[in-house]
C-alpha cells in the first residue's frame, strides 16, 4: 500500500466538542427561526452570572445545610481540645471555676503528644497534594513540549524530556458547510413545527364552521320538509307530552317537536299509536327519524308441474334508490308497511274460521294448501331480504293473480274499516246489523281455488280443441274467465263464504264451445269449483273432472257422427237416404242397400287424438281402413269412404 493510502490512518479526531467554524468564528446556539426566517441565538452569560448558576445548583442538589455540615480539616485540631462537661461542672461544683481560669486554659500551647497527631494527620494529606501538582506539571510541560518543540522545557520530570514532539497530537476537524437544500429543509422544518398549533386551530375552525353550516342546513330542511308534509295533506302534530304528566312545562318546550301520523284513520288504536313518526334533526340521515328496516307483505303461489318440478310466482317488488329520499315518499312507505301489518294482522285473525283449505301460521308466515300442488303463501319478509321481481322460473300470469291479491287486500281493508265504522256507530246499538264482517282470507283462497279450476278447465278444453282441429273438425272456443267487473270482484272478495246458498257470493266465468259448426255448448263457472253445463234440453251440474270428459265425449262424438250422418244421405238419393242411422252410444253411424253395407266407428286416444275405423262390404267381399290416413282430413275421408260405397 502507498503512502498516499495510508493517510487516513495519520487522522486524528479531537474528542472536544467543536466551538468554533472554518473561520475561526465562535459558534452560536440556535434557539429559533422567526416568520421572518431570522435565526435567533442565545445570548452570551457573563462569568458572574454562570457563577451564580453554578453555585445555585449546589444549594439546590445538597441543600441550605452544605456548609454547616462541612468540617475542614484545621478545624478538627480544635475539636481534640478538652471541652468542659457542664454537667460535670455541675456535679463537681461550677461556681469554684471562673471565666479568667477558663481563658487561661484555652491560650495554653500545644503539647508534644497533640502535635504529634497533628503532624500525622497533616503530613500524609500534604504529601498527596505535592503528588497532584508534579503530575499536573508534567502534563502542562509535555503539552508545552508537543505545542512548541523548540522552547525548552523546565521544571518537568527529566524522563519525559526524551519524548518526541508529537508524542500528544492533536487534529482539528471542521464541520462541512450545510448546503444550501438542506438548510432550507432545516428551515422548513423548524417553521413546520412552529406552525402546527396553527394548522391543528385551522382544522378546529374549520370542523366548527362545517357543524354550523350542517346545522344550519338541517334546520332548514326539517321545516321544509314539514311544510311538505302539510302541503301533501299528512296530519301533523306536536310530540306528546311525557309520561305521567297532563300539562308541558317551561323547560321541556323544544321548537323542533313536529310528528307526523301516517297511519289509516279508522285503523286499531294499536295501529295509530304506533304509526307516528318524527323529523330528523340529525344530518345524513334521512328525512324522518325512522327505526327498524322496512317490511313488505308478499303473495306467492307455488305450483308444482306434471314433471315434479316446483313454479314459485310472488306479487312485485322493486327496490327504491335511498339516495335523495324525499319526506312524501318515505311517509308513503311508512304507510304501506302499517297497512300490510295490518291486513296481515287481520289475514291471521282470519285462519281459525277458514273452511275451505286447512292453514298454518307461523312467525310472520300464513301457508294456505289449496291442493297438493299448490301453496299459498302470505308473508312479512323485510325488503333486504327480497329479490326483485319477477323471480326466476315464474309464471306471469300467476305474478299478476299475486298482484291481484295483494292490491285487492287493500281495498279489503278500506271496507273492512266501513263495516267497523257502521257497526260502532250509536244509531246502530242494540239492534240486529245486517252486514256481514269482511273476511279478506276466505275470499283470496276462493279466488285462488276458482283460478286453478278454470286453469285446469282451460287446459281439458285447450286439449280437446287442438286434438280435433288436427282431425279437421271445426271448433270453436271462448272462455270468459271472470265474468265480474273489479267493483264486483273486490265486492266477492270482500264478502264472507257462507253455506247458504241464498247467501253466498261468489266469482264466476262462462266458456263457450262450438263443434263442427254444428251445436254450440255453454258451461258456466263458479267459485271456488262449481262447473255448470247448459245443454239443449237440460242443464247438469258437473261435480268432477271425469264427469266432465264423459261429457266432452257424448257431445263431440254425436256432433261428429252428426256430420258423417249428413255427408251420407247428401250422397245417396231416393229411398237410401233413410237407410242411415248412428248410435251415439256405441259411437257408430252405419247404412245398408242392396248388399252393401258401411259402418263407421269413432273413438279417442290420448290428448283427443281423434281415431275412426270404417268398415264396407258388398256382397261378400269385406274393406276395413282406418283414419288417420296420411293428410286426409276426417271429413273428406269418410266422404271418399261413402262415394266408394257406391261405386259398382
Known amino acids: 500500500m502507498t503512502s498516499e493510502s495510508r493517510d487516513w490512518s495519520n487522522l486524528r479526531l479531537s474528542l472536544e466538542k467543536p466551538y468554533k467554524d472554518t473561520n475561526g468564528v465562535p459558534l452560536k446556539k440556535l434557539l429559533d427561526v422567526s416568520s421572518e426566517e431570522e435565526f435567533i441565538y442565545e445570548q452570551p452569560k457573563s ?23 462541612y468540617t475542614p480539616d484545621w478545624a478538627e485540631n480544635e475539636s481534640n481540645t478538652p471541652v468542659v462537661n457542664d454537667e460535670v461542672e455541675e456535679d463537681e461544683d461550677e461556681d469554684e471555676e471562673d471565666e479568667g481560669e477558663q481563658t487561661e486554659r484555652k491560650k495554653k500551647p500545644m503539647n508534644v503528644e497533640e502535635l504529634a497527631k497533628l503532624r500525622t494527620d497533616v503530613v500524609p494529606k500534604l504529601m498527596q497534594a505535592l503528588n497532584e501538582l508534579m503530575i499536573s506539571r508534567d502534563v502542562l510541560g509535555v503539552y508545552l513540549k508537543t505545542a512548541l518543540p523548540d522552547v525548552p522545557s523546565e521544571g518537568i520530570t527529566p524522563e519525559l524530556n526524551i519524548l518526541p514532539s508529537n508524542a500528544l497530537a492533536s487534529t482539528t476537524v471542521t464541520k462541512h458547510p450545510v448546503s444550501a437544500s438542506v438548510q432550507a429543509f432545516n428551515a422548513q422544518l423548524a417553521v413546520g413545527g412552529k406552525d402546527e398549533a396553527l394548522r391543528k386551530s385551522a382544522a378546529a375552525f374549520k370542523t366548527a ?24 295533506n299528512w296530519s301533523i302534530m306536536p310530540a306528546p307530552l311525557q309520561y305521567d304528566r297532563m ?34 334533526t340529525e344530518d345524513g340521515k334521512g328525512p324522518l327519524a325512522r327505526s327498524g328496516q322496512p317490511y313488505r307483505l308478499c ?13 314459485v310466482s310472488r306479487s312485485s317488488f322493486v327496490p327504491k334508490d335511498n ?24 289475514i291471521v285473525n282470519n285462519v281459525p274460521g277458514l273452511i275451505l283449505a286447512p292453514a298454518w301460521v307461523r312467525e310472520q308466515t300464513v301457508s294456505v294448501e289449496i291442493s297438493q300442488d299448490v301453496v299459498l303463501r302470505l308473508e312479512l319478509i323485510p325488503e333486504a331480504d327480497l329479490e326483485p321481481s319477477p323471480l326466476a322460473g315464474s309464471d306471469p300470469a300467476v305474478n299478476a293473480i299475486c298482484d291481484a291479491i295483494y292490491h285487492s287486500m287493500r281495498l279489503i281493508l278500506l271496507r273492512l274499516h266501513a263495516y267497523n265504522i257502521e257497526f260502532h256507530h250509536p244509531s246502530n246499538k242494540g239492534k240486529s246489523f245486517a252486514m256481514e264482517r269482511p273476511r279478506p282470507l276466505a275470499g283470496v283462497v276462493e279466488l285462488v281455488l276458482y283460478y286453478m279450476f ?3 278447465i282451460e287446459k281439458h278444453l285447450n286439449e280437446l280443441v287442438e286434438g280435433l282441429r288436427k282431425a279437421g273438425v271445426e271448433m270453436f272456443l271462448r272462455i270468459n274467465r271472470l265474468g265480474e267487473t273489479a267493483g264486483e270482484l273486490i265486492a266477492l272478495l270482500a264478502a ?5 246458498e241464498q247467501k253466498k257470493k261468489t266469482i264466476g266465468g262462462e266458456i263457450l264451445l262450438r263443434i263442427a259448426n254444428l251445436q254450440t255448448f255453454r258451461f258456466t263457472m263458479q267459485a271456488p269449483a262449481l262447473l255448470t253445463a247448459i245443454l239443449a234440453q237440460s242443464i247438469s251440474v258437473i261435480h268432477s273432472m271425469g264427469q266432465f270428459d264423459e261429457l266432452l265425449r257424448h257431445e263431440v262424438t254425436r256432433c261428429i257422427l252428426q256430420r258423417i250422418y249428413d255427408l251420407g244421405r247428401d250422397k245417396t238419393q231416393g229411398p237410401v237416404k233413410e237407410a242411415w242411422f248412428m248410435d251415439v252410444v256405441a259411437g257408430t253411424c252405419f247404412s245398408s242397400w242392396e248388399g252393401t253395407t ?7 286416444v290420448d290428448n283427443w287424438s281423434l281415431k275412426c275405423s270404417a268398415e264396407l262390404w258388398k256382397g261378400k267381399e269385406s274393406t276395413q281402413k282406418q283414419f288417420p290416413f296420411g293428410d286426409a282430413l276426417i271429413f273428406d275421408w269418410a266422404a271418399s269412404i261413402v262415394a266408394d260405397a257406391f261405386d259398382t
Open 47 to 69: 462569568i458572574d452570572e454562570l457563577l451564580g448558576t453554578r453555585l445555585q445548583r449546589v444549594f439546590e442538589e445538597r441543600g441550605n445545610t452544605v456548609w454547616d455540615e
Open 299 to 311: 303473495v306467492s303461489l307455488t305450483i308444482e308441474n306434471d314433471n315434479g318440478s316446483k313454479t
Open 598 to 604: 258401411v259402418r263407421f266407428q269413432v273413438s279417442y
Open 323 to 346: 339516495q335523495d329520499e324525499k319526506v312524501e315518499d318515505v311517509l308513503e312507505e311508512l304507510q304501506r308497511e302499517t297497512i300490510d301489518r295490518e291486513i296481515f294482522a287481520e
Open 209 to 232: 364552521a362545517v357543524s354550523m353550516r350542517r346545522a344550519l342546513a338541517s334546520g332548514e330542511r326539517y321545516w321544509t320538509d314539514a311544510i311538505k308534509a302539510r302541503n301533501t
Open 247 to 280: 300539562t308541558r312545562r317551561s323547560t321541556d318546550t323544544n321548537a323542533m317537536d313536529v310528528c307526523i301520523s301516517y297511519g289509516l284513520e279508522h285503523s286499531p288504536t294499536e295501529t295509530r299509536a304506533n304509526s307516528i313518526v318524527w323529523l330528523n
Open 454 to 456: 278454470v286453469r285446469k
Open 496 to 500: 264472507s263464504y257462507s253455506a247458504d
